[in-house]
Structures are given as structure tokens and as C-alpha cells.
């Protein structure tokens, strides 16, 4: 998992609420236990003018030219600005998944959907909560200016606006840890290699009948 660096990023506004993971990355592109490849199927049926197929060469695919991704302005975004609810349906992995893939490393919402809020940091990706009023306000600001960019800061856990304006926003400490240290579960477990290898062989000699 890469960790989390301050980031300076292009920011996408996604204007709906209750987004489910179905939406991020529909049912028939869940055929792959692999993390790559979802991006181009990232929010495919709002994306693309046609019903995608697994394996199919999405260059070829007539595009939505009214959704966000689409849009030149917004292209090689890196932070999602989204409204309440974000992330809610399926438990699927293959959500956080597919935003990677694209490219967003933050996602900013007023509310999350429990599961899907977990799995983000497990796999990289920082989702921030903040107040409805403030999400209110980073939307007029995206519209209004094109090119519209955010400094997030993990370490100080800030977010800054092109004009200076600093927002504040929680984090669990555990979890910002990781996602500093680029630390998922294997990685937190690959810490402890040396004591593992250790119990398993003094396990090996005390009880050989378990091994053989």
C-alpha cells in the first residue's frame, strides 16, 4: 500500500447523494480478485452511453459527455468531493479499488457508508468527513473556478483552499498511522516476520508431529 503523502490535488465534484457501490463499480466487473484494472469500469453505467462488458476496450465506448469524469476540466482529478451517504450498498472491496485505479486518493463527503469509510483506509485512500455546510462551500468553489485544487495534509489532518482557507478534519490515529506509513494489514503483520519465523520454529522442534 503507498503511504499518504501531502497532496495537492485537482478536486471532482460528484453531486449525488447515496452513491452506492454498484454505481462506483457495477456487479459484472466483479470477476477479479486482483486491486488493478477497475478504473476505466470506475462509475461505468454514469460514465459510458452503452452497458459495459468485462473486457471490453472502453477506448471504443461512446462516452457520457454530461458526467463529471468526462469532463476536460476534471481530468486527472485526484480528490472526489461527494455528498452524504457516499459508499453505501454491497460491502465490495472493489470499490476503494476502482477509485485508486483511477487516480483519487481522497474522497470528501458529509457522511460515509460504515463498510465501505473501513475499506478505504485499507486500501489507501483517505475519506474525510466534513460538515454539510463546508461541503456546500467546496462545491460553489469547484464550479466558480476552474482548475480548483486542495492541499490535504494527513499529518496535520488540514485541508487548504486556494485562497488560504484552512478546514480542520478528524482521523483515527490508528488508521492515520497506516496510511502515513503505507501500512495495510499484511504490512502491519510483516512487521512482526522475525518473531513469526521465530515461534514457528521453536514449534517446529518442541512439536515436529504438527509439521510433518
Not at 477509485?99 to 483519487?104: A, E, M, P, Q, R
Not at 476552474?146 to 489532518?157: F, W
Not at 488540514?158 to 490515529?173: C, H, N, R, S, W
Request: hydrophobic share 40%; net charge negative.
Amino acid at each position: 500500500m503507498r503511504a499518504f503523502t501531502p497532496l495537492n490535488g485537482l478536486v471532482v465534484p460528484l453531486d449525488r447523494a447515496n452513491v452506492d457501490t454498484d454505481a462506483l463499480i457495477p456487479k459484472q466487473f466483479l470477476k477479479s480478485i486482483h486491486r488493478a484494472g477497475f478504473g476505466p469500469n470506475l462509475f461505468d453505467a454514469w460514465r459510458y452511453l452503452d452497458e459495459g462488458q468485462p473486457g471490453q476496450d472502453n477506448r471504443l465506448r461512446p462516452l457520457n459527455p454530461e458526467f463529471v469524469l468526462n469532463q476536460p476540466r476534471y481530468q486527472g482529478g485526484q480528490i472526489l468531493l461527494a455528498r452524504e451517504n457516499f459508499g453505501c450498498g454491497s460491502s465490495r472491496e472493489h470499490a476503494p479499488w476502482a477509485l485508486d485505479d483511477y487516480g483519487f486518493r481522497v474522497i470528501i463527503a458529509s457522511s460515509f457508508a460504515d463498510i465501505f469509510f473501513n475499506n478505504c483506509f485499507k486500501n489507501g485512500l483517505l475519506p474525510i468527513v466534513q460538515k454539510e455546510e463546508i461541503v456546500d462551500f467546496l462545491f460553489k468553489e469547484v464550479e466558480a473556478a476552474e482548475g480548483y485544487r486542495l492541499q490535504v495534509d494527513l499529518s496535520v489532518q488540514t485541508l487548504t483552499t486556494p485562497t488560504g482557507k484552512i478546514f480542520e478534519f478528524a482521523v483515527d490515529g490508528f488508521r492515520k498511522e497506516c496510511l502515513l506509513r503505507g501500512l495495510d494489514e499484511i504490512g502491519l503483520t510483516l512487521q512482526h516476520a522475525d518473531e513469526i519465523r521465530a515461534y514457528e520454529e521453536r514449534r517446529a522442534k518442541q512439536e515436529p508431529w504438527i509439521f510433518a
